[in-house]
Structure formats: structure tokens, C-alpha cells
């Protein structure tokens, strides 16, 4: 059987603490390989081939550092095909979504060929007299990357092309369920020019974790996953005295409003409720009804959508979704379904049987859709990470606005509506990140940047966008006099412009 191993100082390396960990097709329940857990030493290895590469990188010329990034896309335009079947095997997803994962990953890839506009610094010439004062951005050195299963090559670009083009090297620990992409992301960024030990990816777990969080050369963290790890990140990297960016879980409700075009609703809940299995953070979870009439003609709606969804796997062109990402994640989905039946939600439609012929011990959950859901059950507050959706009714648009506001997450959120008003309210009253309206998943383009708010988001830097390029370089400002303004004599006073 296979071994994924590591990919340090431009080469493949062999794990050798001597623990693993198993890759799955997701479609078969086969296990396809295995990917080794990096011991310390390896993580300090790993950090060592960064060291050695990143003064060089750093003092290559910004155009340069662009060049790489420009013939990386090219790269990976020509491989998609390759990596997506690669991501798909692992992850379980479609190849057309597949394709996605890599396509938003490589649209941050085309905004960091700007580095060199992205970088430039600020300038103040007489700022007093004689002074001019400038601000530059250096890189912050050594950074690091944690990722999680369920975008395993947009989340690592979005977070190693800013960093790199920047002029750092990078860590990157991806999720241990799906490591052969960002493996082959590696491999083809030294195809395309980038020196040995910029980049390096160290396959792991939570042991591989506390080693990037610890380690002293490493000056900037950036996470992905689920709330309690992206807390325990933010807290144990700022105790160690690391900059820090750590987005968590979602809870994302669709609010319609009645006069919203129900069908155009029904389609959008459809794709981002059960696109991917529903194993998106920006996947919408709770669909929220304005008033009996919306919630009864959208259930009659959505019923016979969810009832003939396509489920599939990968290798099924025409498949709407795959299976879940493991075993466990599976049995997970399916107990809180059970949850919300315990609970008292109508279970309209009841996908914890679903069979797949020819792949029965496949991680298949069918979609499943509750009505009646009300805001103290658990499967409201949950993350349920699945193809579950959740209507909430409510009485009124302030009753709509007070679900997601009250809600412990903040990632994204949308309002169908046909009224200016209401969706220019929402959009300023509503204390989530990211807003779509008439929009389901609004996941911002690479020039803006991506972050929720409350339990999503630990930090004050979002990721792609401007705010990537603060958060991968530290400002120094530098206020410079030349000899012939400075006067004669020592000033002891404090010096203002008053
Ligand atoms: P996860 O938290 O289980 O794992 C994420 C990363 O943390 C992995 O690399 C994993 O190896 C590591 N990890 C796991 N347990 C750890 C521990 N105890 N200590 C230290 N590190 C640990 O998340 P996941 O299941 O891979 O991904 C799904 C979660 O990620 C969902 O909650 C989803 O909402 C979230 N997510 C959030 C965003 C966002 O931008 N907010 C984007 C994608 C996914």
C-alpha cells in the first residue's frame, strides 16, 4: 500500500516516526494509502530547509517572486484534470467540484502575481523638516499553514501563495485525510521555479501541531477547521508569541423573504445545502421562512428536490454529491439526525438509509431535510457538517434577523428578497462576515478577503485579499534626516509638529 510521506527542502521524504494514518476512498471504504504523522524532529527539519531558503527568497526581487506564481496557474491549469481526480479520490467530492476547490484556490494564485504593486510601501517626503518617513513591509519569515479535509487545495493556496509571494517561507501541515494534492501543489510550484525549502509540506497530526505552535523560527500561523482547534491554535500561537489567524466552523442561515422568487430560493438551498455533502463552512444549514405562507410553498418546494438528489461517486459524471469524508464522519451525520428526530423536528425527508448499489460500504448519507426546527434544539446549534438542512420558521423579518444575529457562529449568511430595503438593513444590521443577497454562498472573490465573525473567527486578519498581504509581513517605519538639515546643539524636547 502506498505511503504518503512528506514533501521537505524540494523533495518527497519518507515518514519516519513510524505512525500513520489512513486515507480512504470515501466512495468504497477502501483504504488507499496511508500518510505518515511527522514527529517533532521532522517538523524541525522541515522548519530548518525553510530557514536555510527564505533569506534568498526574500531578497529576490518581488517580480521575480511574481513569475513563479505565473507559470504555477499555468501549471495547474494544465494538470486540473489530474488534480481533481486526485482530490476527488481522497475527499469524496465531485470532479466538477473538485475542479472548484482548485479553481478558487488558484484565483488567489493570479492575485499574488500583484505582489509587487500588492507590496509596495508608503512614503512621506517632508514629514517635517528636512525628514522623510517611509513605511516598508518585510516578510515575517518562517510561516505555517493547518488545513482541514474539506478544501484540500483552495485552503492551502489561499494561504502559502500570499505568504510566499510575499517573500516567506512556509509550513504547511494539511488535513491527514486528503494529503496527496497539497503534496502535488509542492511538487509543481518547484516545477515552476520556486526554490527548494520555500515551500515545504509536513503531513500530521495534532503532535505535528504543537510542533509548528512551539516552535520558535516559526513567526506566523494561519488555521482552518473546526471552532474548538481553531480556538486552541489562536490561544496556544499567541502564548508563543505568534501572529495569529484561526477560522472556525459556520451554522449559515438563508433567510427568504416572501417576496423573494421561491424557485430561484429552492434552487440556491438545493446546491448550497447539499453541494459537497454539505461539507462546506459556507454551506447553508438553516433556511429561514418568512411567515407560514414562504415556509409552507418552500417545503413543497425543496421535498421532492431533496428526495432526487443524485448521490454518487466521483466517477459518476452526473452525481449532485458524493459520499462523506470518513467513516466516522458518517456516523456522526447520522446520530444527530437521530438527534433532531429525538428532539422533536419533523424529518421530512429521511436520507440515513441510503444505499448506493455496488458501493454499500461507501460513506453515503442521502440528503435529509428537517422542518420545525427551533432554535434551543441541538441540531440547530450544531455544526452538523452534512447533507442536512434545517428549516426554521419565522413570524417576521425582525424574528429572521435575530436567528443568525443570536447564533454563536458568524461565517456567512444570505437574504432572498426582491426589496432594496430590507436587504440594505440586513446587510448593515447583521453581525456576520460574510453576506450574500440573493447570493447563497457568498465566499468573496481573491481581491476581497474571507473571515467570519464570533465563534468563526479568532484574529483580526482575514485570509486572501489585502488583509493576506498584512497578515504574511510585519511594518517597519523608517524616518530618515540627511546631515545637512539637522541643526546644531541636542534637543531635549520631545519633538512635535505644533
Ligand atoms: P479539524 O478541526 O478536525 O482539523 C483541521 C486541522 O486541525 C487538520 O489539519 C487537523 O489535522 C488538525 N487537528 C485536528 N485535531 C487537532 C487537535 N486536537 N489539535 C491540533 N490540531 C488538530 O477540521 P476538519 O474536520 O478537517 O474540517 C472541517 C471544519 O473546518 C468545519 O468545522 C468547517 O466549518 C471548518 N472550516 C472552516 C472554514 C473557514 O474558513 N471558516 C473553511 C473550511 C472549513
Known sequence: MAEIGHFIDGKHVAGTSGRTSNVYNPATGEIQATVSLASDAELAAAVASAKAAQPKWAATNPQRRARVFIKFVNLLNEHMDELA????????????????????????????IGIPHLAKSEFTEGAGPNIDMYSIRQPVGIGAGITPFNFPA????????????????????????????????????????LPA???????????????????????????????????YVYGTAAMNG???QCFGGAKNHMIIMP?????????????????????RCMAISVAVPVGEDTANR?????????????IGPYTDEKADMGPLVTKEAQARVTSLIDRGVEEGAKLVVDGRGFKLQGYEDGFFVGGCLFDHVTPDMDIYKTEIFGPVLSVVRAKNYEEALDLPMKHEYGNGVAIYTRDGDAA?????????????VNVPIPVPLAYHSFGGWKSSSFGDLNQHGTDSIKFWTRTKTVTSRWPSGIKAGAEFVMPTMR
Open 154 to 193: 483552495m485552503i492551502p493556496m489561499w494561504m502559502f501563495a500570499p505568504a510566499i509571494a510575499c517573500g516567506n517561507a512556509f509550513i504547511l501541515k494539511p488535513s491527514e485525510r486528503d494529503p496527496s494534492v497539497p503534496i502535488r501543489l509542492a511538487e509543481l510550484l518547484i516545477e515552476a521555479g
Open 259 to 279: 417576496d423573494a422568487d421561491l424557485d430561484q430560493a429552492a434552487n440556491a438551498l438545493m446546491g448550497a445545502g447539499y453541494g459537497s455533502a454539505g461539507e
Open 242 to 244: 505568534k501572529r495569529a
Open 424 to 436: 440594505r438593513d440586513f446587510a448593515s444590521r447583521i453581525n456576520i462576515g460574510m453576506v450574500g
Open 197 to 231: 525549502g520555500v515551500l515545504n509540506v509536513v503531513n500530521g497530526d495534532k503532535s505535528a501541531v504543537d510542533a509548528i505552535l512551539t516552535h520558535p523560527d516559526i513567526s506566523a500561523v494561519s488555521f482552518v477547521g473546526s471552532t474548538p482547534i481553531a480556538r
Open 85 to 112: 481526480t486526485l482530490l476527488s479520490k481522497e475527499h469524496g467530492k465531485t470532479i466538477e467540484d473538485a475542479k472548484g476547490d482548485i479553481v478558487r484556490g488558484l484565483e488567489v494564485c493570479e492575485f499574488v
Open 298 to 310: 418552500l417545503i413543497e418546494k425543496l421535498v421532492p428536490m431533496v428526495e432526487s438528489l443524485r
